[in-house]
């Protein structure tokens, strides 16, 4: 195993052995390639670098407690790829190239998965861009689905402590009916002014609201949403964000828990009435939150100081069933080795 030191990972770029390629050409997917080059060479009409033909996925291995290497439900991931693609109109890479992918970036990169125990991952981010030229606006005949892996640890470098939001009501992430339910890089070019701004103002991101009326919680950052009361998980629905595959998750949890789960449009004054809000993702697993201010009013609502005991028990069951430790009733680890 590679000598890190695994605790004081950030989340960020980390330089790996190999990445895996695969290109459509002529109409169809071609071989698994294994890379050592960090960089893409592509032609300057690329539909990626003009008209954002670009998606993305966010997905982890972990190395379990009895030593053996576990991917994170990446069928789901594939799914959702396949989505945006669609939603952008690019070549969808099948499932089992998506996940045969993902495998082999974890298995050529295996010195960087971190031990059990050290609280860092290994992410993997797939991706998918438009690589043949096009100067009109029309989708390319040409694509590159590429994985590549870091280790990483906490997105927000508070760890499993709470984290603030703000409400920003001048910038939307996506329009009712557009590419908000997508994982496709426009998304989160148009997150970049408002989201920078909230770190700059002391937060850690912003939590968006529905686009047409500013009256209800959409996400919470690159992370979904979720409130807690009365015995119930409560999670926005809405056209507009990415369906996460940590919220599903949590979800069934809470369910297997014992808990109430409903999917519902959630107005922004509801925040005063839940007793734990937390934003959930793979990068951000569970991060609570214990303060949301609306920027425009002023208007702060405020949750403990430390991480509420519903929180801690979803986030310590979902790490549990990631880490081998908690029995896999839904089996959505897949074993890399
Ligand atoms: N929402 C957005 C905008 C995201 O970028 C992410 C990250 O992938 C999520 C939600 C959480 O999704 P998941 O749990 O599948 O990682
Ligand atoms: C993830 O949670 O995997 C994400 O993609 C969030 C962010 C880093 C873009």
Known sequence: MENIDWGSLGFGYYKTDYNVRCYYRNGKWGELEVCSSEEITMHMAATVLHYGQAAFEGMKAF?????????????????RMISSAQGVMMAEPPEELFVEACKKAVKLNERFVPPYGSGASLYLRPILIGTGAQV???????????????????????????????IAKDYDRAAPFGTGKYKVGGNYAASLVSGERAVKEGYSNCIY?????????????????????????CTPQSSSILPS??????CQIAEDLGMKVERRQ?????????????ACGTAAVVSPINEIVDRETGKKYTWGAEPGPVSTKLYNTLKGIQDGTIEDKHNWNVFVD
Do not use: W
């Open 266 to 278: 959630i107005p922004v004054e509801e925040l005063a009435e839940f007793e734990e809000v937390a």
């Open 209 to 233: 609201l529905n686009a047409a009326t500013h009256e209800f919680i959409d996400e919470a950052g690159a992370a979904n949403f979720f409130g807690i009361k009365n015995n119930t998980y």
């Open 245 to 250: 595959i940590t919220n599903l998750s949590l």
């Open 63 to 79: 190395r379990g407690v009895d030593g053996r290497i576990r991917m994170f439900r990446p069928y789901e991931n594939a799914k």
């Open 136 to 166: 009109g606006v029309h989708p390319a005949k040409e694509y590159l689905f590429m994985v590549f892996a870091c280790p990483v640890g906490p997105y927000f470098k508070e760890g499993f402590k709470p984290v603030k939001f703000q």
